[in-house]
Nanobody, 125 residues
Framework: VQLQASGGGLVQAGGSLRLFCAVSGRIFSSSGMAWFRQAPGKEREFVAAITWSGGAIYYADSVKGRFTISRDNAKNTVYLLLNSLKPEDTAVYYC???????????????????WGKGTLVTVSS
């Protein structure tokens, strides 16, 4: 299983970006998917997650109402729409996948066995 994140870039505060995570391998349609981020000097933190069916979605409080996670199982792709960006959103964003992750562990790093390399989002003030 391979994950490739893309879509990062430099944007002004208040702007928007759309991140993409393309997943190769047959497990995508049965996998929970998530986005995490890691700012310089900080630990990796949960951003958003979506179950395999899209029936349940979870967000970190810091991004709720500004970010939207979605998926297209036909395209083996998960998306993260970032709106109303703030300088504190600056980080490398990673996508993660696992077909064994449960709703109770979707916010946890340890819930995912497969990770992409990340895409950098920089928000200028």
């Amino acid at each position: 299983v391979q994950l490739q994140a893309s879509g990062g870039g430099l944007v002004q505060a208040g702007g928007s970006l759309r991140l993409f995570c393309a997943v190769s391998g047959r497990i995508f349609s049965s996998s929970g998917m998530a986005w995490f981020r890691q700012a310089p000097g900080k630990e990796r933190e949960f951003v958003a997650a979506i179950t395999w069916s899209g029936g349940a979605i979870y967000y970190a409080d810091s991004v709720k109402g500004r970010f939207t996670i979605s998926r297209d199982n036909a395209k083996n792709t998960v998306y993260l729409l970032l709106n109303s960006l703030k300088p504190e959103d600056t980080a490398v964003y990673y996508c993660a996948a696992d077909n064994t992750v449960s709703r109770w562990t979707m916010r946890n790093l340890s819930g995912y066995r497969f990770w992409g390399k990340g895409t950098l989002v920089t928000v200028s003030s």
